[in-house]
């Protein structure tokens, strides 16, 4: 297994320089130019924003300014924001673990319901439950999340009044996390329950399934023990880039509940063309996704052992 | 677009034909999806303001809540610090309570005291020499002395701030050598006793004092800057009404400013204000809606929905703030470079029924720059009126004679820069276009194009096949009418359209070095009067400062553009 995981980790590394050169490309020839933003109404002085251009190293040459790029980083050092004027890394630190929790408890609810629901799917095909989840499946992937935050806003704290507005971040087992990584995991849900249907409706129909039943297995040792376990490595793999994907920052989710996340970090740094920060940002992001992607490919490894052996 | 198009929007933007006709006879003509969903999203006639309510009076005293409870609780949209020579963001002029400069903009309008009680010049106003207020001191109990008054201004210049504005006090004798870096402190300052400050400028500056009430001008300990580094404003030991007690910047920025106990004038009235930065205006809406905040921004949809009813109309409160949002055109280039030109398409645009049907009446239109309200200004139509027959008439008189002989022209509409929701800007120019369009017989282009800054624009406009229009705004970030001076100026970077005049510029220069106050005045207004004259701007709009606070709020007043110059004079009333 550990040198499966070490030719995984080798290919990441081109890959994420490539991301880091990319981005800093972005920065330096992307729309917009942070320091004019910075000067605000004092915009237009030409010889204040070549004083600014110099202070900040913004005058050297590109390759120069990537390869000091790229040396602070793997110091962990990502520059400082143009426009909040603190380390990147200050505020990346802030929000990784943030978006991490965020993000663990979207997966835990995607995987607990998306599995259970799409279990019961598959095990009532085109009945009537299986109609109403694929509905309710389908409904909650079509509302964006940016509709589907203010309306769960205005209902529980507006017209129900059970909640105060859920702003802000509040630890892991507070019901604030709870609502905002229920509404980011409304999204990925019917992958999970469609995925989950279908992994579980071809097992179902396995010899082996028959056979365990023959043998006199109650149903629901069939289903976890015999279904399950077969159905899940697609489900996996899907759980895993999901998680990864939600790591990386849930923009509108945490704009809409001012969560201090990734997202609500590439959302201030887009609005205010803030470079160091969107660079920043964008390779954790990038390292996070890999990371979590060499993470489903190991349990996926684990799951399926012709994986890891290459056949 | 077609004739039975225009007629169409016309007619719906009127509100003589409602959304379902609408809906249904553009579809019948054949009119893009994304323009009908535009004109409905960004103007439904049931939020159109019936005619923009006055500008909110003072609200009635009450009773004071106990001390304890004198507690403001705000969001803002935008990250924020209490940093003078770099932060321009939203809380600018909070920032200039919180710091105090030598003088300040007070409630009347007027400027008066802040850290210097008095001032005087000699006859050219060539120096100035303030009195400190002996009692004046910092946040952590030291006093503040003519040292501190030198050394932040000569900070302001130096490079090493990071200061966005430089040039501030350019005319202090020294700057070029600070600003070079040959020398620390600007040699134009004499500390004559530690109570007085003698200011020596290279020339006449009637506006001076003006400037050492801007946010450069905002007085700084200089051992908590220096010691503190690049992020000394983490910690920051002021100078004005209210002290830093907590701070955490990020994303989620949070505030907690607290009365300053060694500020020797009127203590504000609040004994606590907790900021915090809410970026979601949903989420603003949510939490004042509940109770949770006092106080929030109000966006051109809700201002429009409370102005003519509902839950929050009677927490709205605004106020004319001297700013221009205007349309303007690019005189570096043909055909925007021939005054007939600009006044054919000036007098070819109905600015108010723009400003009612495409802003909610949020903007009305702007007769001339430096308004009644502000030091010389007034109400005069200046900017040419929407007169169908003269538009047609100054087209004839120009070198083009008439519409199908002017080169191709463009709207460039950029919607950063400005506190109103996307895409509002380009519906105005959308209306703009047809009302030329149907006046003059122009037909132009609209680009929305996001544009981060001015030189963006130009070189999109050099760029661009023919004349341009485009859409920006400016303040006064100086309380003086020279202002507007800079918009307009040849040699000025901030001459965004590129005008250039050479009378007007012999005008602004025999206005900012005039020494008669009324000789002053009238110059200005002059340089006013010309700016309309030659339609340096297609549509200008008036600015608005736009708010809900919760009734409970009092004392305040909207001044010189925002809020936040009366905040001392807030409280939390039970009643």
Known sequence: MLPFILRRILTFIPVLVLLAFLTFILSYYGPGDPLRVMMGENWADEAAYQQLRHSYGLDRPLLVQFIDYCRDMLRGDFGRSYIQRVEVSELLWKAIPVSAQLALMAIIIVAVVGIGLGIISALFRNQWPDIAIGTVGVLLHSIPPFVLAPIVLVALVLKLGIISTPSGWHGFFSYQTVIAASCLAAYPLLAIIRQTRAGVGDVLSQDYVRTARAKGVSEYGVIMRHVLRNAMAPVATSLGLTFGALLGGAIFIESAFNIPGMGTLFFTGLRNTDYPLLTGATMVSGFWIMFSSILVDVIYGILDPRVRTGK | ?575
């Open chain 2, 1 to 575: 677009m077609s004739h039975e198009q225009r007629e169409l929007i016309n007619g719906f933007m009127k509100g003589e034909i409602n959304r379902r006709t609408f809906i249904r006879r553009a579809v019948a003509t054949g009119m893009a999806a994304s323009a009908v969903a535009g004109l409905l999203a960004i103007n439904p006639p049931s939020l159109l303001a019936q005619s923009l309510p006055d500008p909110s009076a003072p609200r009635p005293d009450g009773t004071p809540a106990p001390d304890e409870e004198q507690v403001l609780k705000m969001v803002t949209p935008s990250p924020f610090r209490m940093d003078p020579p770099t932060y321009g963001g939203d809380l600018w002029q909070l920032q200039q309570m919180v710091f105090q400069g030598l003088t300040r903009v007070y409630m009347d309008d007027t400027l008066g005291p802040g850290v210097a009680d008095s001032w005087e010049s000699n006859e050219d106003k060539s120096v100035w020499t303030f009195k400190l207020n002996p009692n004046a001191m910092f946040s952590d109990g030291t006093p503040i002395t003519g040292d501190d008054v030198k050394w932040t201004y000569s900070w302001i210049s130096n490079p090493a701030s990071l200061s966005t504005s430089p040039d501030t006090f350019m005319k202090i004798q020294g700057h070029e050598e600070v600003k070079a870096g040959t020398a620390e402190l600007l040699s134009g300052i004499e500390v004559t006793d530690p109570q007085t400050v003698v200011f020596t400028l290279t020339g006449s500056d009637p506006g001076f004092v003006a400037r050492t009430a801007t946010i450069p001008g905002c007085i700084l300990k200089k051992d908590n800057v220096i010691e503190g580094g690049e992020e000394w404003w983490r910690a920051p030991i002021t100078s004005g009404f209210f002290k830093v007690t907590e701070y955490t910047p990020g994303d989620q920025a949070t505030m907690t400013l607290e009365r300053n106990e060694y500020w020797w004038r009127e203590p504000a009235k609040l004994s606590r204000i907790e900021m915090a930065l809410v970026a979601d205006p949903q989420l603003q809406l949510t939490q004042y809606d509940n109770n949770e905040i006092d106080g929030m921004v109000a966006q051109p949809a809700e201002f429009a929905m409370a102005s003519t009813g509902g839950d929050r109309a009677e927490d709205l409160f605004w106020g004319m703030a001297l700013a221009t949002w205007y349309f303007g055109f690019y005189a570096a280039k043909p055909p925007f470079d021939e005054k007939a030109v600009r006044r054919a398409f000036a007098q070819a645009v109905d600015l108010a029924l723009v400003s009612q049907v495409a802003l909610s009446g949020i903007y009305p239109p702007q007769p001339r720059v430096i308004p009644s309200f502000f030091y010389c200004g007034g109400e005069e139509q200046f900017q040419p009126s929407f007169d169908i027959e003269a538009a047609k008439a100054s087209l004839a008189e120009s070198s083009y004679g008439s519409a199908e002989n002017l080169p191709k022209a463009t709207f460039l509409v950029s919607e950063q820069g400005g506190a109103t929701a996307l895409g509002t800007w380009g519906t105005v120019a959308v209306a703009l276009q047809q009302m030329i369009a149907d006046n003059l017989g122009v037909e132009m282009d609209v680009i929305r194009k996001i544009f981060a800054n001015v030189p963006e624009m130009h070189a999109e406009a050099e760029a661009t096949d023919g004349g341009v229009i485009f859409r920006l705004s400016f303040g006064a970030s100086l309380y003086d009418p020279s202002f507007i001076s800079n918009v307009v100026r040849s040699d000025s970077s901030a001459n965004a359209l590129r005008y250039n005049n050479p009378d007007l510029d012999a005008l602004i220069i025999e206005a900012d070095a005039e020494l008669d106050e009324d000789r002053r005045c009238e110059l200005y207004t002059q340089i006013d009067q010309m700016i309309g004259d030659e339609a340096v701007f297609l549509a200008p709009l008036r600015g608005t400062s736009t708010w809900f606070f919760k009734s409970k709020v009092r004392g305040i007043k909207i001044v010189n553009q925002r809020v936040w110059h009366s905040i001392h004079e807030a409280y939390i009333a039970v009643d």
